[in-house]
């Protein structure tokens, strides 16, 4: 079974600085997908980015990046220029490459962006 | 856009009623998921479902059950309704691994359950 653990409940920064959010997993699948969801309070949740694992080059999207670390099974999230809108809850999520068995999901962090 | 839809947002039970959940997506997706999201435990997987009449229990089926009898919907069922069982319920779904986007996993708003 594939476990994924975030270790930072909460995080608080201020508006415009860059924000780490970190997750690591473990599995013994050679193949497989990462992902990053945020939840704002609408509790909608939205696909921020997403990596796969045989990739070396990390995603990125926009202000969003992912750093992987294949190896020691490491995908944190960083976010650049942070803005009020990314007050949310993220979570970190994986998937075998197998595909339909759905994601598992770490507890989440909840980050606050301060004006 | 794909379009995951909960019929209900909001519900209130009764303990020991039988609770129905709809979900239903407009993008041919093979894949449907249910998940319960609960403070501190993140997403636990349910059931899900790879086909028409298939389920698969997730992590955490007990005093659950699933219904897909057409490709756009999955229902979870709650038999008997315990308090426990208060949560916020969330829908998913997902292509076949085959197509350019697999494994990503399209999510509804949540339906939000109180049993008292």
């Known amino acids: 079974a594939q476990t994924v653990t975030q270790s930072q409940p909460e995080m608080s920064v201020q508006e415009a600085e860059t924000v780490t959010l970190s997750c690591t997993y473990d599995t013994s699948e050679n193949n497989y997908y990462l992902f990053w969801y945020k939840q704002p309070p609408s509790r909608q949740m939205i696909l921020v980015i997403r990596q796969e694992a045989y990739k070396q080059q990390n995603a990125t999207e926009n202000r969003f990046s992912v750093n992987f670390q294949k190896a020691a099974k490491s995908f944190s999230l960083k976010i650049s220029d942070s803005q009020l809108g990314d007050t949310a809850m993220y979570f970190c999520a994986f998937s075998p490459g197998g595909g339909a068995d759905g994601l598992t999901f770490g507890k989440g962090t909840h980050l606050i962006i301060q004006p | ?116």
């Open chain 2, 1 to 116: 856009d794909v379009k995951v839809t909960q019929s209900s947002r909001y519900l209130v039970k009764r303990t020991g009623e039988k609770v129905f959940l709809e979900c239903v997506q407009d993008m041919d997706h093979e894949n449907m998921f249910w998940y319960r999201q609960d403070p501190g435990l993140g997403l636990r997987l349910i059931y899900f479902s790879y086909d028409v009449k298939m389920k698969e229990k997730g992590d955490i089926p007990e005093g659950y059950s699933v219904s897909r009898e057409k490709k756009e919907r999955f229902s979870l069922i709650l038999e008997s309704a315990s308090t426990n069982q208060t949560s916020m319920y969330l829908c998913a779904s997902s292509l076949d691994l085959t197509a350019s986007s697999g494994n990503t996993i399209y999510f509804g708003e949540g339906s939000w359950l109180t049993v008292v």
